[in-house]
Nanobody, 115 residues
Framework: QVQLVESGGGLVQAGGSLRLSCAAS????????MGWYRQAPGKQRELVAT????????NYADSVKGRFTISRDNAKNTVYLQMNDLKPEDTSVYYC????????WGQGTQVTVSS
């Protein structure tokens, strides 16, 4: 069974940085695309960033462009989300996902940014 395990969330002050990790239980070249969504209480789910596994092309939500960077480490079967210059509005639960013939999801990791 495919598993995605997220880590790296936590509490940080505004302007700080965090790096989220998403470790897959299988080689990430099994997937076409991986990325991160986030959802805060009472808000719609937002697609934050995606990466095409074969080629590395990336895409970002306008709200995080220039601050967040998604990357992959094929040898570690892991996708990362480097988050810099964090703002209170980035506070959310962040979910990793992976797409092949179906979708897979992680359990979510809480990111809290204090002002």
């Amino acid at each position: 069974q495919v598993q995605l395990v997220e880590s790296g969330g936590g509490l940080v002050q505004a302007g700080g940085s965090l790096r989220l990790s998403c470790a897959a239980s299988i080689g990430i070249f099994s997937f076409n695309r991986m990325g991160w969504y986030r959802q805060a209480p009472g808000k719609q789910r937002e697609l934050v960033a995606t990466i095409i596994i074969d080629g590395g092309s990336t895409n970002y939500a306008d709200s995080v462009k220039g601050r967040f960077t998604i990357s992959r480490d094929n040898a570690k079967n892991t996708v990362y989300l480097q988050m810099n210059d964090l703002k209170p509005e980035d506070t959310s639960v962040y979910y990793c996902f992976a797409l092949s013939s179906r979708s897979y999801w992680g359990q979510g990791t809480q990111v809290t940014v204090s002002s």
